[in-house]
């Protein structure tokens, strides 16, 4: 095979190898089957594998990696964000709905979580799920936008912490209740409906 020809095919695969499942929200953002509103600035999209009856992820159009890139200039961009958050929660009055940031993001791209307080969907299946939104590791938008104003960047958690929050023991985020495992915690959440 000649080298144009190699090269040729060499490019060919690799526009055909899939993105990293880290990237798949680039994806997602541009698939009208996911996308719930729109605005110059954000997308909002329902979540492809959400923790809750009600999931969606707000992203912004400009291109921002995660938290961690957030800076004094992005706090306009996160006041609306959390405009758009309100109008989710006048859509769904009686879902409880919060909205917050992962202090250590699995995505790239900045991206906030809307999502009710029931927990309950097939797609919430570990610990690690269950302690992301049910620690301080889901940091509340407000907490974001506070921080920003007053040190102009965000503090990352420590691996140390990371660690200790995604190790948390199990506890019902509605009451009292201590499951021994998911398996229980998932049949205790039914009992909230």
């Known amino acids: 095979m000649s080298k144009k020809r190699s090269s040729e095919a060499s490019e060919t695969s690799k526009a055909k190898q899939p993105r990293h499942w880290s990237m798949g929200l680039l994806e997602s953002m541009k698939n009208p089957e996911l996308i719930v509103k729109e605005t110059e600035k954000l997308v909002a999209i329902k979540d492809k594998y959400p923790k809750a009856k009600i999931h969606y992820l707000i992203l912004p159009h400009e291109n921002i990696s995660g938290i961690s890139k957030l800076n004094k200039s992005h706090i306009e961009l996160l006041e609306e964000f959390k405009r758009l958050y309100m109008e989710f929660t006048v859509m769904h009055k009686e879902a409880g709905l919060r909205a917050g940031f992962h ?17 309950i969907s097939p797609s919430l299946k570990t610990k690690i799920h269950w302690n992301s939104f049910t620690t301080d590791f889901f940091i509340p938008v407000d907490d974001i936008i506070k921080e920003l104003k007053e040190n102009g960047m965000l503090k990352p958690i420590s691996k140390e912490l990371h660690k200790s929050l995604m190790g948390t023991p199990l506890k019902c985020n509605q009451c009292s209740f201590e499951p021994k495992n998911m398996p229980n915690l998932k049949e205790h959440l039914l009992t909230h409906k």
């Open 103 to 119: 202090a250590v993001p699995s995505m790239q791209r900045l991206h906030m979580h809307v999502i009710s307080t029931d927990m």
